[in-house]
């Protein structure tokens, strides 16, 4: 992604009698982030929703300026935090390219506050339907340092070796650990753990292709393994009957945060999932205390203001179920090589810094 103009000049956009219209006055005040001006210039009926001719908006330029009280009031008067520009940069871009970190900052609470207003009001429409059965329905290839569905996106991609083998280290400290892997894709993640010599190391794949060519490998064959050959959804009872466990790592395709939280909930919940046992509750499925869980961080993978607002609403919900979470700063630089996407349908991760997951039971977590 090449840097956005954060000071380029704004087109005077004349009005009849010859002078800037207040639409173009409006833009040139975010940019100086006078916001007094704007103020000003919207009680006068200037439009708040005008773009210049590269689809920037006022918020692009409050954040280029990174005036915060313009910022507020640009949000307030109703853009949305995550709006593009033609270059597809959001206001964070440009927030960033000016060095303006307390601006950065408010973007990304904004973020968060209207993501979480819009949970509150969303419905489940999924009608009991997995929301990947396309996916599930549909080949899968195997080619080179990839693995493509039907469309050839990239189901995963030999690129995230180095996190794979990191968040294998992360969910497998000590040799003989309990270990659960969810989506086994190309085994990175799950040969990374074999070497690091798990007692018993359960794996649970979806995808007919998939586990046919796990079979191929002799995963089903290895001692120490047990594959789980399933949606997690449907497989609950045999995950938590083969644990509790030490380290859990979680990096499914074609599911969104809604699925991921569902997890969440499943394997950090006494009494949930769908245990025919009513009479005690069960113990969580990540062992408490002492189990460490990480997932695949690619929230929001395509723009680093979404990712960063991502990171914060998963600590936050991790924390309503007794859960810390930190993140570790991992070059992923190898991303903004067009070579790494060659024949992608989409990159699926577009930012040079991954933020890995350790989740921990908080001390306060109750079985502690
Ligand atoms: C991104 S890949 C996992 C890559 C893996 N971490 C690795 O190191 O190679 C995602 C995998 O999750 C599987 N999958 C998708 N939905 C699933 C579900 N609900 N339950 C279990 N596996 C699922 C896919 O078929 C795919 O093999």
Redesign the pocket.
Known sequence: MSEPQSKTQIDNGNDNDGGPSNEALLLAACHAGNAQQVEELVAQGAEIFVTDETGRTALHFAAASGDVDTIKLVLKSGIPWNTLDVGNYTAGDYAETGGHEEAYEELVQAGVRAEMVLRMFSKDTSDGKAV?EDYLTQPVEYSGDRLVDAEKNG??MSWETPL?ELHAKVICSKPDSVVLN????????DSALQDLRPGRHVI????PD?YRHMCQEGWDAKPNVHILFG???DKLDEIRALGPYDGIFF?????FYKELDDFHKAIFATGLGSSSDTSTPPAPILRQPGGIYSF?NGLGGDHKLFHDVYCRIVRADLRNLGIETQYSQVSSDVVMEEETWKGIKRPYWMIKTYNLPTCEWAADASGQ
């Not at 969810?182 to 993640?189: K, R, T």
């Not at 649970?204 to 995808?207: G, I, K, R, T």
């Not at 990096?251 to 599911?255: A, I, R, S, V, Y």
Request: no cysteine; aromatic share 16%.
């Open positions: 990947n189901v995963m794979m969810v989506g086994f894709g190309m085994g990175i993640i649970v794949e979806a995808h998939v949606r997690w959804q990096d499914t395709f074609g599911e695949f």
